[in-house]
């Protein structure tokens, strides 16, 4: 697996594209505003998912040029099915400067604990919610594609409409960081980090572990 990073619009959102290069499909994470190079660098390729991690806009803005690009279905927590088109709820309609957002919806939900066999790859669906109702982050190969839950030294905002605090220290705890130390945690914003290095020196999170 080879795994591409797109830093995407005004909020800097990190988006991603897993390709299996011998087979030539891949799968993308995410789909951020003004998505061009993202759409640019998987021509070559089957894209067979477009797996979102949460329907706030900085992650769904681009989603309707990608899916028309690649004709790939669009896969979403049922919490948030009805956020792609409503701007209120995916956040483009609090911040006028950015322009309201809709998406059709997706053509697949999905459920905490399942298995998804995509483009030669495995990927284990956990449902993490807190920053957002339905947030989901995608296991493969001990690399955690999370989102907006856990950042390098940080974790997501809960100051949101649908986000709570208490229920994403939950997430942290009994899902995220009971994963093994050298699991690699692609975040939705700013560097790569490990649940391993956010256990020992996260400020947010050092203090709830059990």
Not at 4 to 13: A, C
Request: hydrophobic letters at 40%.
């Amino acid at each position: 697996m080879e795994i591409l990073t797109f830093v995407l619009g005004p909020l800097q959102t990190n988006c991603y594209v897993l390709v299996n290069e011998r087979e030539r499909r891949a799968i993308v994470v995410d789909a951020g505003m003004y998505p061009d190079e993202l759409i640019a660098a998987v021509k070559p390729y089957t894209v067979e998912a477009i797996l979102l991690t949460h329907a706030h806009f900085d992650h769904m803005g681009g989603l309707e040029e990608v899916r028309e690009a690649t004709g790939a279905p669009v896969y979403i927590h049922p919490a948030e099915q009805t956020w792609l088109s409503d701007p209120l709820k995916n956040g483009s309609g609090l911040w006028p400067m950015f322009g309201e957002m809709t998406a059709r919806p997706a053509e697949r939900e999905l459920e905490d604990g399942e298995t998804l066999h995509l483009a030669g790859m495995t990927l284990t669906v956990l449902h993490t919610p807190g920053h957002s109702p339905g947030s989901c982050s995608f296991l493969v190969d001990g690399h955690l594609f999370g989102g907006d839950t856990l950042f390098a030294q940080s974790i997501g905002r809960t100051d949101l409409p649908g986000g709570d605090y208490a229920t994403l220290m939950a997430s942290l705890q009994d899902k995220i960081l009971a994963l093994p130390d050298e699991t690699v945690v692609w975040p939705g914003h700013g560097p790569r980090t490990t649940v391993g290095a956010e256990k020992d020196t996260n400020p947010f999170v050092t203090g709830i572990l059990r």
